[in-house]
Protein backbone atom coordinates (compact mmCIF):
# COMPACT_ATOMS: atom_id res chain seq x y z
CA UNK A 1 0.00 0.00 0.00
CA UNK A 2 2.97 2.35 0.81
CA UNK A 3 4.33 1.62 -2.78
CA UNK A 4 1.01 2.78 -4.58
CA UNK A 5 0.96 5.62 -2.44
CA UNK A 6 4.30 6.68 -3.24
CA UNK A 7 3.50 5.86 -7.11
CA UNK A 8 0.56 8.39 -7.12
CA UNK A 9 2.30 11.10 -5.60
CA UNK A 10 5.11 11.24 -8.01
CA UNK A 11 2.69 11.11 -10.68
CA UNK A 12 0.85 13.99 -9.53
CA UNK A 13 4.68 15.62 -9.30
CA UNK A 14 5.29 15.58 -12.69
CA UNK A 15 2.72 18.14 -13.29
CA UNK A 16 3.04 20.02 -9.93
CA UNK A 17 6.19 19.09 -7.65
CA UNK A 18 5.75 19.82 -4.67
CA UNK A 19 7.54 22.86 -2.83
CA UNK A 20 10.64 21.76 -1.55
CA UNK A 21 12.15 22.76 2.08
CA UNK A 22 14.96 24.91 0.55
CA UNK A 23 15.92 26.19 -2.47
CA UNK A 24 17.73 23.66 -5.14
CA UNK A 25 21.14 24.18 -6.69
CA UNK A 26 21.38 25.29 -10.40
CA UNK A 27 23.29 22.93 -12.69
CA UNK A 28 24.15 19.40 -13.62
CA UNK A 29 26.61 19.10 -10.60
CA UNK A 30 24.57 20.44 -8.19
CA UNK A 31 21.18 18.33 -9.08
CA UNK A 32 23.87 15.20 -8.63
CA UNK A 33 24.39 16.22 -5.75
CA UNK A 34 20.73 16.95 -4.35
CA UNK A 35 19.24 13.67 -6.79
CA UNK A 36 18.08 12.68 -2.38
CA UNK A 37 16.19 16.11 -1.78
CA UNK A 38 14.86 16.46 -5.73
CA UNK A 39 13.45 12.59 -5.11
CA UNK A 40 12.09 13.16 -1.72
CA UNK A 41 10.38 16.79 -3.26
CA UNK A 42 9.05 14.62 -6.54
CA UNK A 43 7.89 11.46 -4.46
CA UNK A 44 6.33 13.09 -1.80
CA UNK A 45 7.64 10.51 0.94
CA UNK A 46 9.34 12.24 4.37
CA UNK A 47 12.35 10.16 4.66
CA UNK A 48 12.47 7.97 7.62
CA UNK A 49 14.13 9.39 10.77
CA UNK A 50 17.86 7.63 10.86
CA UNK A 51 16.88 4.98 8.62
CA UNK A 52 18.64 3.43 5.03
CA UNK A 53 15.59 1.55 3.91
CA UNK A 54 15.83 1.80 0.33
CA UNK A 55 13.39 3.22 -1.99
CA UNK A 56 11.15 1.37 -3.76
CA UNK A 57 11.33 0.97 -7.17
CA UNK A 58 8.94 3.05 -9.59
CA UNK A 59 6.20 1.22 -11.52
CA UNK A 60 5.50 2.28 -14.75
CA UNK A 61 3.47 5.50 -15.44
CA UNK A 62 1.13 5.59 -18.58
CA UNK A 63 0.53 8.89 -20.43
CA UNK A 64 -1.44 9.48 -23.55
CA UNK A 65 -2.27 12.19 -25.40
CA UNK A 66 -5.29 14.48 -23.64
CA UNK A 67 -6.91 17.36 -24.49
CA UNK A 68 -4.85 20.18 -24.89
CA UNK A 69 -4.39 22.99 -22.39
CA UNK A 70 -2.46 26.48 -22.50
CA UNK A 71 -0.71 27.15 -19.89
CA UNK A 72 -0.52 30.95 -19.44
CA UNK A 73 1.61 32.77 -16.93
CA UNK A 74 1.09 36.90 -16.71
CA UNK A 75 -1.36 37.52 -19.95
CA UNK A 76 1.56 35.09 -22.21
CA UNK A 77 1.24 31.75 -23.46
CA UNK A 78 3.89 29.37 -21.83
CA UNK A 79 3.08 26.42 -23.69
CA UNK A 80 0.19 23.98 -24.80
CA UNK A 81 0.45 20.81 -22.52
CA UNK A 82 -0.93 17.69 -24.42
CA UNK A 83 -0.12 14.56 -22.12
CA UNK A 84 -2.39 12.72 -19.87
CA UNK A 85 -0.02 11.48 -17.37
CA UNK A 86 -1.07 8.65 -14.91
CA UNK A 87 -4.46 10.12 -15.20
CA UNK A 88 -4.05 13.48 -14.78
CA UNK A 89 -5.62 15.60 -17.97
CA UNK A 90 -3.56 18.31 -19.61
CA UNK A 91 -6.33 20.73 -17.98
CA UNK A 92 -5.50 19.40 -14.37
CA UNK A 93 -1.42 19.91 -15.08
CA UNK A 94 -2.39 23.62 -15.69
CA UNK A 95 -4.14 24.33 -12.75
CA UNK A 96 -1.67 22.60 -10.76
CA UNK A 97 1.65 24.57 -12.42
CA UNK A 98 -0.57 27.83 -12.02
CA UNK A 99 -0.38 27.02 -8.32
CA UNK A 100 2.99 26.15 -8.23
CA UNK A 101 3.86 29.18 -10.06
CA UNK A 102 2.28 31.73 -7.37
CA UNK A 103 4.06 29.55 -4.68
CA UNK A 104 7.56 30.04 -5.93
CA UNK A 105 6.89 33.84 -6.74
CA UNK A 106 5.54 34.48 -3.05
CA UNK A 107 8.83 33.94 -1.66
CA UNK A 108 11.23 34.53 -4.65
CA UNK A 109 11.95 37.63 -7.21
CA UNK A 110 11.12 35.04 -10.38
CA UNK A 111 14.61 36.27 -11.96
CA UNK A 112 15.65 33.46 -13.49
CA UNK A 113 13.46 30.72 -15.99
CA UNK A 114 15.39 27.73 -16.99
CA UNK A 115 15.19 23.98 -17.86
CA UNK A 116 17.07 21.05 -16.75
CA UNK A 117 16.70 17.64 -18.55
CA UNK A 118 15.93 14.91 -16.34
CA UNK A 119 14.19 11.22 -15.92
CA UNK A 120 11.34 9.65 -13.85
CA UNK A 121 10.65 5.99 -14.01
CA UNK A 122 9.58 5.56 -17.52
CA UNK A 123 9.46 9.41 -18.52
CA UNK A 124 12.19 11.24 -19.39
CA UNK A 125 11.90 14.85 -20.38
CA UNK A 126 12.71 18.77 -19.33
CA UNK A 127 11.80 20.49 -15.68
CA UNK A 128 11.48 23.91 -15.97
CA UNK A 129 12.54 26.17 -12.87
CA UNK A 130 12.07 29.30 -11.68
CA UNK A 131 15.07 30.73 -9.31
CA UNK A 132 15.87 27.03 -9.19
CA UNK A 133 12.20 25.98 -7.91
CA UNK A 134 11.08 23.67 -10.41
CA UNK A 135 7.26 24.59 -11.08
CA UNK A 136 6.33 22.46 -14.37
CA UNK A 137 7.78 19.58 -16.53
CA UNK A 138 7.12 18.55 -20.05
CA UNK A 139 7.56 15.40 -21.96
CA UNK A 140 7.76 14.23 -25.56
CA UNK A 141 3.76 13.79 -25.65
CA UNK A 142 3.58 17.73 -24.87
CA UNK A 143 5.08 18.61 -28.51
CA UNK A 144 3.18 19.19 -31.07
CA UNK A 145 3.17 16.13 -33.58
CA UNK A 146 0.97 17.71 -36.16
CA UNK A 147 3.48 20.14 -37.31
CA UNK A 148 6.71 17.98 -36.40
CA UNK A 149 7.47 20.24 -32.93
CA UNK A 150 10.30 18.29 -30.72
CA UNK A 151 9.96 18.75 -26.88
CA UNK A 152 13.36 20.39 -26.95
CA UNK A 153 11.97 23.27 -29.05
CA UNK A 154 8.80 23.32 -27.02
CA UNK A 155 10.86 23.61 -23.99
CA UNK A 156 13.09 26.05 -25.44
CA UNK A 157 10.27 28.59 -26.35
CA UNK A 158 8.21 28.05 -22.64
CA UNK A 159 11.38 28.86 -21.17
CA UNK A 160 11.81 32.27 -23.09
CA UNK A 161 8.54 33.53 -22.90
CA UNK A 162 8.19 32.55 -19.10
CA UNK A 163 11.63 34.80 -18.13
CA UNK A 164 9.48 37.73 -20.61
CA UNK A 165 6.49 37.20 -18.43
CA UNK A 166 9.19 37.19 -15.27
CA UNK A 167 10.58 40.35 -16.54
CA UNK A 168 7.18 42.21 -17.09
CA UNK A 169 6.16 41.56 -13.58
CA UNK A 170 8.83 42.48 -11.92
CA UNK A 171 8.76 45.86 -14.49
CA UNK A 172 5.11 45.99 -13.90
CA UNK A 173 6.27 47.22 -10.29
CA UNK A 174 8.25 49.99 -11.47
CA UNK A 175 6.46 53.53 -10.51
CA UNK A 176 8.19 55.36 -13.33
CA UNK A 177 7.37 52.87 -15.88
CA UNK A 178 3.58 52.79 -14.36
CA UNK A 179 3.94 56.91 -14.85
CA UNK A 180 5.76 56.99 -18.13
CA UNK A 181 2.61 54.84 -20.01
CA UNK A 182 0.10 56.94 -18.37
CA UNK A 183 1.47 59.97 -19.86
CA UNK A 184 1.43 58.11 -22.95
CA UNK A 185 -1.43 56.91 -22.76
CA UNK A 186 -3.12 60.32 -21.54
CA UNK A 187 -1.55 61.87 -24.88
CA UNK A 188 -2.73 58.82 -26.86
CA UNK A 189 -6.32 59.79 -25.80
CA UNK A 190 -6.49 63.35 -26.46
CA UNK A 191 -4.76 62.94 -29.88
CA UNK A 192 -7.10 60.55 -30.52
CA UNK A 193 -9.99 63.00 -29.87
CA UNK A 194 -8.60 65.34 -32.01
CA UNK A 195 -8.35 63.43 -35.00
CA UNK A 196 -12.38 61.72 -34.22
CA UNK A 197 -13.11 65.20 -34.34
CA UNK A 198 -11.53 65.87 -37.33
CA UNK A 199 -13.16 62.94 -38.90
CA UNK A 200 -16.17 63.78 -37.86
CA UNK A 201 -16.00 67.91 -39.39
CA UNK A 202 -14.34 66.40 -42.76
CA UNK A 203 -17.12 63.82 -43.32
CA UNK A 204 -20.04 66.32 -42.19
CA UNK A 205 -18.48 68.92 -44.80
CA UNK A 206 -18.50 66.02 -47.80
CA UNK A 207 -22.13 65.42 -46.60
CA UNK A 208 -23.17 69.28 -47.29
CA UNK A 209 -20.94 69.35 -50.59
CA UNK A 210 -23.07 66.43 -51.75
CA UNK A 211 -26.01 68.14 -51.31
CA UNK A 212 -25.07 71.18 -52.52
CA UNK A 213 -24.47 69.66 -55.58
CA UNK A 214 -28.07 67.95 -56.12
CA UNK A 215 -30.63 68.90 -58.15
CA UNK A 216 -31.81 72.12 -56.51
CA UNK A 217 -33.90 74.96 -58.21
CA UNK A 218 -32.26 77.36 -55.65
CA UNK A 219 -28.67 76.72 -56.81
CA UNK A 220 -26.78 78.29 -59.36
CA UNK A 221 -26.90 75.82 -62.70
CA UNK A 222 -22.96 75.38 -62.62
CA UNK A 223 -23.37 73.63 -59.29
CA UNK A 224 -26.18 71.19 -60.76
CA UNK A 225 -25.41 67.64 -61.77
CA UNK A 226 -25.88 66.38 -64.94
CA UNK A 227 -28.68 63.72 -64.78
CA UNK A 228 -27.28 59.68 -65.59
CA UNK A 229 -29.46 57.86 -67.58
CA UNK A 230 -29.36 54.46 -68.71
CA UNK A 231 -31.62 52.70 -70.71
CA UNK A 232 -33.89 55.30 -70.21
CA UNK A 233 -33.66 54.91 -66.14
CA UNK A 234 -32.65 58.18 -64.11
CA UNK A 235 -29.71 57.05 -62.05
CA UNK A 236 -29.28 60.15 -60.21
CA UNK A 237 -30.84 59.02 -57.10
CA UNK A 238 -29.69 55.55 -56.97
CA UNK A 239 -26.12 57.27 -56.80
CA UNK A 240 -26.64 59.87 -54.70
CA UNK A 241 -27.75 57.49 -51.84
CA UNK A 242 -24.09 55.66 -53.07
CA UNK A 243 -21.98 58.38 -52.42
CA UNK A 244 -23.98 59.29 -49.23
CA UNK A 245 -23.65 55.47 -47.81
CA UNK A 246 -19.65 55.29 -49.01
CA UNK A 247 -18.99 58.81 -47.25
CA UNK A 248 -20.72 57.75 -43.70
CA UNK A 249 -18.62 54.01 -44.32
CA UNK A 250 -15.32 55.86 -45.10
CA UNK A 251 -16.35 58.00 -41.87
CA UNK A 252 -16.59 55.12 -39.65
CA UNK A 253 -13.80 53.25 -40.87
CA UNK A 254 -11.13 56.04 -40.26
CA UNK A 255 -12.46 56.62 -37.11
CA UNK A 256 -12.25 52.18 -36.87
CA UNK A 257 -8.60 52.34 -37.62
CA UNK A 258 -7.41 55.59 -35.29
CA UNK A 259 -9.67 53.57 -32.47
CA UNK A 260 -7.72 50.39 -32.88
CA UNK A 261 -4.15 51.96 -33.45
CA UNK A 262 -4.83 54.11 -30.13
CA UNK A 263 -5.84 50.35 -28.47
CA UNK A 264 -2.26 48.90 -29.97
CA UNK A 265 -0.40 51.85 -28.67
CA UNK A 266 -2.50 51.93 -25.37
CA UNK A 267 -1.87 47.95 -24.45
CA UNK A 268 1.95 48.40 -25.43
CA UNK A 269 2.73 50.70 -23.05
CA UNK A 270 2.11 48.58 -20.13
CA UNK A 271 3.79 45.23 -19.50
CA UNK A 272 0.87 43.18 -18.25
CA UNK A 273 -1.28 44.34 -21.59
CA UNK A 274 1.75 44.41 -23.68
CA UNK A 275 0.92 40.74 -25.69
CA UNK A 276 -2.67 43.10 -26.91
CA UNK A 277 -0.97 45.65 -28.42
CA UNK A 278 1.73 42.73 -30.13
CA UNK A 279 -1.36 40.84 -31.35
CA UNK A 280 -3.08 43.68 -32.31
CA UNK A 281 0.06 45.17 -34.31
CA UNK A 282 0.57 41.98 -35.83
CA UNK A 283 -3.16 41.31 -37.05
CA UNK A 284 -3.03 44.71 -38.42
CA UNK A 285 0.23 43.57 -40.11
CA UNK A 286 -0.71 40.37 -40.82
CA UNK A 287 -4.02 42.00 -42.44
CA UNK A 288 -2.15 44.54 -44.95
CA UNK A 289 0.42 41.78 -45.56
CA UNK A 290 -3.14 39.72 -46.98
CA UNK A 291 -3.84 42.61 -48.82
CA UNK A 292 -0.90 43.51 -49.96
CA UNK A 293 -0.39 40.24 -51.86
CA UNK A 294 -3.99 39.82 -52.74
CA UNK A 295 -3.75 43.29 -54.58
CA UNK A 296 -0.44 41.89 -56.70
CA UNK A 297 -1.89 39.12 -57.37
CA UNK A 298 -5.38 40.68 -58.58
CA UNK A 299 -3.32 43.27 -60.71
CA UNK A 300 -3.34 40.79 -64.06
CA UNK A 301 -7.60 40.00 -63.55
CA UNK A 302 -8.16 43.55 -62.72
CA UNK A 303 -6.20 45.19 -66.03
CA UNK A 304 -7.68 42.07 -68.02
CA UNK A 305 -11.58 43.31 -66.48
CA UNK A 306 -10.23 47.05 -67.53
CA UNK A 307 -9.26 45.88 -71.03
CA UNK A 308 -12.81 44.35 -71.25
CA UNK A 309 -14.45 47.52 -70.07
CA UNK A 310 -12.59 50.26 -72.49
CA UNK A 311 -13.22 48.21 -75.19
CA UNK A 312 -17.16 47.39 -74.23
CA UNK A 313 -17.54 51.22 -73.64
CA UNK A 314 -15.74 51.87 -77.05
CA UNK A 315 -18.14 49.32 -78.80
CA UNK A 316 -21.26 50.66 -76.69
CA UNK A 317 -20.31 53.99 -78.41
CA UNK A 318 -20.53 53.41 -82.05
CA UNK A 319 -23.53 51.52 -81.79
CA UNK A 320 -24.60 54.55 -79.70
CA UNK A 321 -24.14 56.54 -81.95
CA UNK A 322 -24.95 54.46 -85.28
CA UNK A 323 -28.76 54.40 -83.29
CA UNK A 324 -28.82 57.58 -82.56
CA UNK A 325 -28.21 58.83 -85.86
CA UNK A 326 -30.91 56.35 -87.38
CA UNK A 327 -33.30 58.07 -84.62
CA UNK A 328 -32.58 61.33 -85.70
CA UNK A 329 -33.32 60.61 -89.69
CA UNK A 330 -29.89 61.67 -90.62
CA UNK A 331 -29.98 57.53 -91.47
CA UNK A 332 -32.01 55.27 -93.32
CA UNK A 333 -31.71 51.34 -93.07
CA UNK A 334 -34.21 49.08 -94.53
CA UNK A 335 -34.29 46.94 -91.39
CA UNK A 336 -34.49 49.91 -88.42
CA UNK A 337 -37.57 52.22 -88.57
CA UNK A 338 -36.88 55.51 -87.08
CA UNK A 339 -39.78 55.19 -84.26
CA UNK A 340 -38.12 52.05 -83.28
CA UNK A 341 -34.52 53.01 -82.83
CA UNK A 342 -34.40 54.56 -79.56
CA UNK A 343 -35.68 50.93 -78.18
CA UNK A 344 -33.30 49.06 -79.85
CA UNK A 345 -29.97 51.10 -79.06
CA UNK A 346 -31.36 50.49 -75.24
CA UNK A 347 -32.02 46.77 -76.07
CA UNK A 348 -28.77 46.38 -77.79
CA UNK A 349 -26.39 48.10 -75.62
CA UNK A 350 -28.04 45.80 -72.10
CA UNK A 351 -26.90 42.93 -74.54
CA UNK A 352 -23.34 43.98 -75.18
CA UNK A 353 -22.74 45.14 -71.24
CA UNK A 354 -24.47 41.37 -70.07
CA UNK A 355 -22.04 39.49 -72.90
CA UNK A 356 -18.92 41.98 -71.69
CA UNK A 357 -19.50 41.11 -67.72
CA UNK A 358 -20.16 37.89 -68.65
CA UNK A 359 -16.40 37.48 -70.36
CA UNK A 360 -14.84 39.76 -67.47
CA UNK A 361 -16.53 37.60 -64.89
CA UNK A 362 -13.57 34.99 -64.33
CA UNK A 363 -11.41 37.73 -64.12
CA UNK A 364 -13.14 39.52 -61.34
CA UNK A 365 -10.40 38.61 -58.32
CA UNK A 366 -11.99 36.54 -55.72
CA UNK A 367 -14.86 35.03 -58.31
CA UNK A 368 -14.21 31.36 -57.68
CA UNK A 369 -14.26 31.90 -54.50
CA UNK A 370 -17.48 29.90 -52.83
CA UNK A 371 -18.34 33.21 -50.99
CA UNK A 372 -18.34 34.65 -54.20
CA UNK A 373 -20.39 31.85 -55.84
CA UNK A 374 -22.35 31.87 -52.66
CA UNK A 375 -23.55 35.66 -53.39
CA UNK A 376 -24.07 35.92 -56.55
CA UNK A 377 -26.79 32.78 -56.17
CA UNK A 378 -28.21 34.84 -53.66
CA UNK A 379 -28.37 37.86 -55.94
CA UNK A 380 -29.37 36.09 -58.81
CA UNK A 381 -32.50 34.66 -56.45
CA UNK A 382 -33.69 37.65 -55.24
CA UNK A 383 -33.23 39.26 -58.74
CA UNK A 384 -35.81 36.69 -60.14
CA UNK A 385 -38.17 37.01 -57.21
CA UNK A 386 -38.02 40.68 -56.95
CA UNK A 387 -37.89 41.40 -60.89
CA UNK A 388 -40.87 39.81 -62.35
CA UNK A 389 -42.93 42.96 -62.01
CA UNK A 390 -40.28 44.83 -63.41
CA UNK A 391 -39.56 42.24 -66.61
CA UNK A 392 -43.43 42.75 -66.92
CA UNK A 393 -42.76 46.23 -67.20
CA UNK A 394 -39.52 46.42 -70.14
CA UNK A 395 -41.40 43.83 -71.52
CA UNK A 396 -44.44 45.76 -72.08
CA UNK A 397 -42.39 48.90 -72.88
CA UNK A 398 -40.74 46.77 -76.19
CA UNK A 399 -43.81 45.66 -77.24
CA UNK A 400 -44.42 49.30 -77.02
CA UNK A 401 -41.94 50.84 -78.83
CA UNK A 402 -42.16 47.84 -81.41
CA UNK A 403 -45.85 48.69 -81.79
CA UNK A 404 -45.31 52.10 -82.57
CA UNK A 405 -48.59 52.56 -80.57
CA UNK A 406 -47.61 56.31 -79.88
CA UNK A 407 -44.84 58.38 -79.51
CA UNK A 408 -43.36 61.41 -78.00
CA UNK A 409 -45.82 64.81 -78.71
CA UNK A 410 -48.80 62.82 -80.09
CA UNK A 411 -51.98 63.15 -78.47
CA UNK A 412 -53.77 59.84 -76.94
CA UNK A 413 -56.59 58.71 -74.67
CA UNK A 414 -55.94 55.93 -72.75
CA UNK A 415 -58.89 54.67 -70.42
CA UNK A 416 -60.14 57.91 -68.94
CA UNK A 417 -56.85 60.07 -69.83
CA UNK A 418 -56.05 62.67 -72.09
CA UNK A 419 -53.09 63.98 -72.99
CA UNK A 420 -49.79 64.74 -74.55
CA UNK A 421 -47.09 61.70 -74.48
CA UNK A 422 -44.06 63.55 -72.56
CA UNK A 423 -42.07 60.40 -72.47
CA UNK A 424 -42.08 56.74 -73.31
CA UNK A 425 -39.35 54.82 -71.08
CA UNK A 426 -38.91 51.36 -70.41
CA UNK A 427 -40.98 51.23 -67.83
CA UNK A 428 -43.28 53.83 -67.67
CA UNK A 429 -45.28 56.26 -70.23
CA UNK A 430 -45.69 59.89 -68.97
CA UNK A 431 -48.63 61.93 -70.71
CA UNK A 432 -49.27 65.30 -69.67
CA UNK A 433 -52.71 66.55 -69.29
CA UNK A 434 -54.64 69.70 -70.56
CA UNK A 435 -54.75 71.18 -66.41
CA UNK A 436 -50.74 70.19 -66.87
CA UNK A 437 -51.10 67.87 -64.80
CA UNK A 438 -48.30 64.57 -65.62
CA UNK A 439 -49.75 61.39 -65.48
CA UNK A 440 -47.19 58.17 -65.33
CA UNK A 441 -48.77 55.14 -66.76
CA UNK A 442 -47.23 52.02 -65.83
CA UNK A 443 -46.21 50.03 -69.32
CA UNK A 444 -48.08 47.32 -68.07
CA UNK A 445 -51.01 49.20 -67.75
CA UNK A 446 -50.65 50.83 -70.94
CA UNK A 447 -50.65 47.04 -73.14
CA UNK A 448 -53.81 46.29 -71.25
CA UNK A 449 -55.39 49.42 -71.95
CA UNK A 450 -57.06 50.89 -75.08
CA UNK A 451 -55.28 53.54 -76.85
CA UNK A 452 -56.69 56.51 -78.67
CA UNK A 453 -54.38 58.10 -80.89
CA UNK A 454 -55.59 61.57 -82.49
CA UNK A 455 -52.45 62.60 -84.00
CA UNK A 456 -51.10 59.44 -86.12
CA UNK A 457 -53.00 60.68 -88.95
CA UNK A 458 -53.39 63.65 -88.68
CA UNK A 459 -51.06 64.39 -91.64
CA UNK A 460 -51.39 67.52 -94.14
CA UNK A 461 -54.96 68.05 -93.54
CA UNK A 462 -54.62 68.17 -89.90
CA UNK A 463 -56.38 66.53 -87.11
CA UNK A 464 -60.62 65.55 -87.26
CA UNK A 465 -62.66 67.00 -84.25
CA UNK A 466 -65.79 66.45 -83.49
CA UNK A 467 -68.91 67.33 -81.54
CA UNK A 468 -71.91 65.97 -80.70
CA UNK A 469 -76.01 67.62 -80.30
CA UNK A 470 -79.56 66.58 -79.96
CA UNK A 471 -82.18 68.54 -81.27
CA UNK A 472 -85.37 67.75 -81.74
CA UNK A 473 -87.62 66.64 -84.73
CA UNK A 474 -89.45 69.94 -84.97
CA UNK A 475 -86.32 71.53 -86.12
CA UNK A 476 -85.56 71.14 -89.86
CA UNK A 477 -82.45 69.37 -90.60
CA UNK A 478 -81.02 71.39 -93.51
CA UNK A 479 -81.52 74.75 -91.00
CA UNK A 480 -79.35 72.42 -88.15
CA UNK A 481 -76.85 71.11 -90.44
CA UNK A 482 -76.34 75.05 -92.10
CA UNK A 483 -76.30 76.00 -88.26
CA UNK A 484 -73.58 74.24 -87.13
CA UNK A 485 -71.39 74.90 -90.16
CA UNK A 486 -71.98 78.34 -89.48
CA UNK A 487 -70.70 77.90 -86.16
CA UNK A 488 -67.58 76.47 -87.46
CA UNK A 489 -66.62 79.13 -89.79
CA UNK A 490 -66.62 81.25 -87.24
CA UNK A 491 -64.29 79.44 -85.02
CA UNK A 492 -60.66 80.46 -85.45
CA UNK A 493 -58.88 77.46 -84.62
CA UNK A 494 -60.71 75.25 -87.35
CA UNK A 495 -59.26 74.91 -91.05
CA UNK A 496 -61.49 76.28 -93.52
CA UNK A 497 -59.74 73.51 -95.68
CA UNK A 498 -61.11 70.90 -95.20
CA UNK A 499 -64.73 72.08 -94.98
CA UNK A 500 -66.41 71.38 -92.30
CA UNK A 501 -69.44 68.82 -92.65
CA UNK A 502 -72.49 66.97 -90.19
CA UNK A 503 -73.64 63.67 -89.78
CA UNK A 504 -76.90 62.51 -88.71
CA UNK A 505 -76.03 59.83 -86.64
CA UNK A 506 -78.88 58.05 -85.26
CA UNK A 507 -82.33 59.37 -85.61
CA UNK A 508 -83.72 58.04 -81.78
CA UNK A 509 -87.38 58.41 -80.39
CA UNK A 510 -87.57 61.74 -79.69
CA UNK A 511 -84.57 63.46 -81.34
CA UNK A 512 -82.24 63.05 -83.93
CA UNK A 513 -78.53 62.77 -83.34
CA UNK A 514 -76.15 65.40 -85.52
CA UNK A 515 -72.27 65.13 -84.96
CA UNK A 516 -70.35 68.05 -86.64
CA UNK A 517 -66.74 67.43 -87.78
CA UNK A 518 -63.81 70.09 -88.70
CA UNK A 519 -60.09 69.97 -89.09
CA UNK A 520 -57.76 71.72 -86.98
CA UNK A 521 -54.12 72.46 -87.68
CA UNK A 522 -52.86 70.59 -84.16
CA UNK A 523 -54.18 67.62 -82.25
CA UNK A 524 -53.32 69.42 -79.08
CA UNK A 525 -55.54 72.68 -80.01
CA UNK A 526 -58.42 70.14 -79.69
CA UNK A 527 -59.42 71.49 -76.29
CA UNK A 528 -59.41 75.39 -77.16
CA UNK A 529 -61.13 74.50 -80.84
CA UNK A 530 -64.14 72.76 -79.05
CA UNK A 531 -64.32 75.43 -76.42
CA UNK A 532 -64.89 77.95 -78.82
CA UNK A 533 -66.82 76.18 -81.46
CA UNK A 534 -69.19 75.00 -78.53
CA UNK A 535 -69.64 78.78 -77.73
CA UNK A 536 -70.17 79.44 -81.20
CA UNK A 537 -72.83 76.69 -81.35
CA UNK A 538 -74.74 78.25 -78.67
CA UNK A 539 -74.62 82.03 -80.94
CA UNK A 540 -75.77 80.67 -83.64
CA UNK A 541 -78.59 78.43 -82.49
CA UNK A 542 -79.75 81.03 -79.96
CA UNK A 543 -79.67 83.98 -83.19
CA UNK A 544 -82.20 81.86 -85.03
CA UNK A 545 -84.07 80.87 -82.58
CA UNK A 546 -83.76 77.26 -82.04
CA UNK A 547 -82.95 75.54 -78.58
CA UNK A 548 -80.88 73.14 -78.03
CA UNK A 549 -82.83 70.40 -76.11
CA UNK A 550 -83.50 66.71 -76.07
CA UNK A 551 -87.20 66.39 -75.64
CA UNK A 552 -88.45 63.28 -74.39
CA UNK A 553 -92.40 63.03 -74.44
CA UNK A 554 -94.40 60.80 -71.50
CA UNK A 555 -97.43 60.91 -74.12
CA UNK A 556 -98.12 61.43 -77.41
CA UNK A 557 -98.34 65.24 -78.18
CA UNK A 558 -101.36 66.87 -79.65
CA UNK A 559 -100.01 68.52 -82.27
CA UNK A 560 -97.44 66.64 -84.72
CA UNK A 561 -93.99 67.07 -84.44
CA UNK A 562 -92.91 67.48 -87.44
CA UNK A 563 -91.53 70.46 -90.46
CA UNK A 564 -94.03 71.63 -92.96
CA UNK A 565 -92.42 71.76 -96.80
CA UNK A 566 -92.23 75.44 -96.63
CA UNK A 567 -89.99 75.33 -93.60
CA UNK A 568 -87.10 72.80 -95.13
CA UNK A 569 -84.96 75.49 -95.50
CA UNK A 570 -85.38 78.04 -92.78
CA UNK A 571 -82.67 80.38 -92.29
CA UNK A 572 -79.73 80.44 -92.45
CA UNK A 573 -80.28 76.69 -94.91
CA UNK A 574 -80.70 77.81 -98.45
CA UNK A 575 -82.26 75.47 -101.46
CA UNK A 576 -78.78 76.13 -103.31
CA UNK A 577 -76.52 75.06 -100.68
CA UNK A 578 -78.22 71.30 -100.84
CA UNK A 579 -74.95 70.03 -102.10
CA UNK A 580 -72.92 72.29 -100.41
CA UNK A 581 -74.00 70.57 -97.04
CA UNK A 582 -72.44 67.20 -98.50
CA UNK A 583 -69.48 65.44 -97.26
CA UNK A 584 -67.19 65.95 -100.80
Known sequence: MRDQDAIKARQSDIALPRRAGRSLPTGWRGLMRSLPLMLVCLVGIPASGGASAAAPEPSRIEVGQGEPASLTFWNREIAILRADIGGISPADRVRRIQGKIADVLESNPGEKAEAIRS?????????????????????????????????????RRAVDVLQEALDARRAQLSLPLILEGFGLATAATLLLVVLLWGVVKLEGRAMRRLLRTGSRSDEPVSNHRAPIKVAGLDLEPLLTGIER????????????????????????????????????????????????????????????????????????????????????????????????????????????????ITVAYPYIPGSDSQAFKGISVLVGLMVSLGSAGLINQVMSGLVIAYSRALKVGELVAVGNTLGTVSEVGMLSTKVVTPKRETLTVPNAVLVGSPITNYSRLAGEHGAVVGTKVTIGYDTPWRQVHAMLTLAAARTSLIRKEPAPFVLQRTLADFYPEY???????????????????????????????????????????????????????AAPAAPDARDALREP
Open 245 to 356: TAIKATGFGLAAILVYLWLTFLFGRFPFTRPWGEGLAEFMFDLLATFADGALQALPGLFTVLVIFVLTRIIVRAVDGFFRTVERGAMSVSWLEADTAKATRRLTVVLIWVFA
Open 515 to 569: ELFVHIDRPEQRFFALSELHGHIQDVFNAYGVQIMSPNFVSQPDQKVWVPEQDWY
Open 119 to 155: TFANLAGFWVQIDGHPVFGLVPEDADAVTGETVEEQV
